[in-house]
Nanobody, 115 residues
Framework: QVQLVESGGGLVQAGGSLRLSCAAS????????MAWYRQAPGKERELVAS???????NVADSVKGRFTISRDNAKNTMYLQMNNLKPEDTAVYYC?????????WGQGTQVTVSS
């Protein structure tokens, strides 16, 4: 099993930056893929960015050029650097890990971007 804990959310003005962290309860070296999802009120959860154990990344078109996903295997932590935030980025952000075919989720962290 893997426990995931997100942190780093908050309230920021449009154009500002935040860095989200996802701390895992075990070594992430063997976790095949990790990802960030978000869910805005009244909308479905959507994939924001993903990263494989080999470091390959994928970022949604809506955040490309503004968000960067990374992972630090030594710290068992995944990050999401969010720059030039927009009001439409407001959502609860969730950390996800695929470990031996099972999906694990964090509790989420709220990001609110004011205009």
């Amino acid at each position: 099993q893997v426990q995931l804990v997100e942190s780093g959310g908050g309230l920021v003005q449009a154009g500002g930056s935040l860095r989200l962290s996802c701390a895992a309860s075990r070594s992430i070296f063997s976790i095949r893929a990790m990802a960030w999802y978000r869910q805005a009120p009244g909308k479905e959860r959507e994939l924001v960015a993903s990263i494989t154990s080999g470091g390959s990344t994928n970022v949604a078109d809506s955040v490309k050029g503004r968000f960067t996903i990374s992972r630090d295997n030594a710290k068992n932590t995944m990050y999401l650097q969010m720059n030039n935030l927009k009001p439409e980025d407001t959502a609860v952000y969730y950390c996800n890990a695929n470990y031996w075919g099972f999906e694990y989720w964090g509790q989420g962290t709220q990001v609110t971007v004011s205009s």
